[in-house]
């Protein structure tokens, strides 16, 4: 039999960018365990820090309910799990479900009857309940639909967005049973203030959550196609875009490089499902390889500008400004600069990576990487802006291009800064 809300206990299972948020805010108005496994996460927590700066100190504050473990046994009384786990690709663009098979393991060691598990991870459709709850069976001993419940409500988090957050963000959500789907719509609906969706199945609300980020990821690759056949034309293509855009119903997508935990990953679930069932996603992948290509592109247009101005490229120190996967942001995942810097270390090539963003610890950690701390004036042959932080538009071009040597080759790749300002731009 199932608790009521009102005398529900939550845990939050993965305190990252998108279980961080949901444990405050539930924290706010109900029982809430936010546990993770990583011990120093949790202690940075506890003292009132978040390093993902998604949540301020005054907002770790404000959680009455809410405390944090990284010990298993802690949330034996919980009665509902929400899972907020990563799920990403391995080196062969595979989907890595490791972390969502550990999390439904641990869960199976203290689910009880009448528990409901809800997965927030993006996953292929069918996952959920074809990957993972075969786990909670088998190690709980309880029976699926009987015994224990389950729930799907994809994180829908942007990563640096102060403006659209967890609350103001609608929430699609689903149950394995109708009661269930109910009980699992009202849970969010005490939380979020932009309202809920509530989908006729998991499989409904997993397809939905992974074509979302697919949409946008094709997207941007007709962009990036465009952007590579204007620049043949010597056309610029901001300027293309700028004129298109005056008609209402055009979208206003820009190129560049793809990456983060969800755009440049979540299609390969689609397609790798899409696959198993004896389906060639052409469209989904085309776009994937244009996107996964801007990289090696970006670098081949700097070193022809590079020749043209009779500059050494073998040797040469190129700074690249930014290592984040998006701007104003300190995640690192999946950031697709990292293609910039492997294509540039292939021409022998010196580069210098800044960004304020980030942590200079785990750029060392996630890319062997240390990052440069202090700038210095006339030093670069050739300069990168490959993230639109708001310190490099605060520097503005003249304090940028002064970095350079009297002779050198200025790229802005997200058009920061207006179109006569830079050598190059994507």
């Known amino acids: 039999m199932l608790k009521t809300i009102e005398k529900s206990t939550l845990a939050i299972m993965g305190l990252g960018y998108v279980g961080l948020p949901?444990?405050?805010?539930?924290?706010k108005i109900?029982?809430?365990?936010?546990?993770?496994i990583n011990q120093s996460r949790i202690k940075e927590l506890q003292g009132g820090n978040d390093h993902t700066l998604e949540i301020t100190p005054e907002e770790l504050q404000s959680t009455k309910h809410l405390i944090y473990t990284s010990q298993l046994g802690d949330l034996r009384d919980a009665n509902i799990f929400i899972v907020t786990v990563p799920t990403p690709i391995d080196a062969h663009k595979r989907p890595d479900l490791a972390p969502l098979i550990k999390a439904s393991e641990s869960i199976g060691k203290i689910i009880k009857s009448g528990d409901i598990v809800i997965y927030e991870s993006t996953v292929y459709p069918g996952a959920t309940e074809e990957d993972c709850i075969p786990v909670i069976e088998q190690v709980s001993g309880l029976i699926f639909n009987v015994d224990f419940f389950a729930g799907?409500?994809?994180?829908?988090i942007n990563p640096g967005d102060k403006t659209h957050r967890l609350p103001t963000i609608k929430k699609i959500t689903s149950g394995s049973i109708p009661e269930v789907a109910d009980f699992v719509d009202a849970l969010y609906q005490r939380v979020i203030t932009a309202g809920t969706h509530k989908a006729p199945s998991i499989k409904v609300a997993e397809a939905a959550k992974v074509i979302e980020n697919t949409q946008r990821d094709l997207n941007i690759a007709l962009i990036n196609e465009l952007a590579v056949i204007f620049n043949r034309m010597?056309?610029?293509?901001?300027?293309v875009l700028l004129a298109a855009g005056?008609?209402?119903n055009f979208l206003p997508f820009r190129p560049g490089l793809v990456g983060g935990h969800c755009i440049g990953v979540d299609p390969y679930y689609l397609t790798h499902k899409a696959q198993s069932l004896g389906y060639h996603p052409e469209v989904i992948l085309a776009g994937r390889r244009i996107n996964d290509s801007m990289g090696v592109y970006i670098v081949s247009q700097l070193v022809k500008a590079m020749l043209k101005k009779r500059i050494q490229v073998e040797g040469a120190r190129i700074l690249v400004m930014g290592l984040a996967f998006k701007e104003n942001c300190p995640d690192l995942r999946?950031?697709?600069?990292i293609d910039i810097l492997k294509e540039l270390y292939e021409y022998g090539i010196e580069a210098d990576v800044y960004d304020p963003w980030i942590s200079v610890v785990e750029a060392q950690h996630e890319y062997n990487i240390t990052p440069i701390i202090e700038l210095q004036k006339n030093t670069y042959d050739a300069i990168i802006l490959a993230v639109a932080h708001q310190q490099f538009k605060a520097m503005g071009i003249e304090m940028i291009r002064a970095l350079g040597k009297a002779d050198h080759v200025m790229y802005d790749v997200k058009y920061?800064?207006?179109?006569?300002?830079?050598?190059?731009?994507l």
């Open 30 to 36: 109900m029982p809430t365990i936010g546990f993770d």
């Open 234 to 239: 010597g056309i610029d293509t901001e300027s």
């Open 152 to 156: 799907y409500s994809p994180e829908r």
């Open 246 to 248: 005056t008609k209402w």
């Open 334 to 337: 999946n950031t697709r600069v």
């Open 416 to 425: 920061v800064f207006p179109i006569n300002a830079s050598d190059l731009r």
């Open 22 to 27: 949901l444990a405050v805010e539930f924290g």
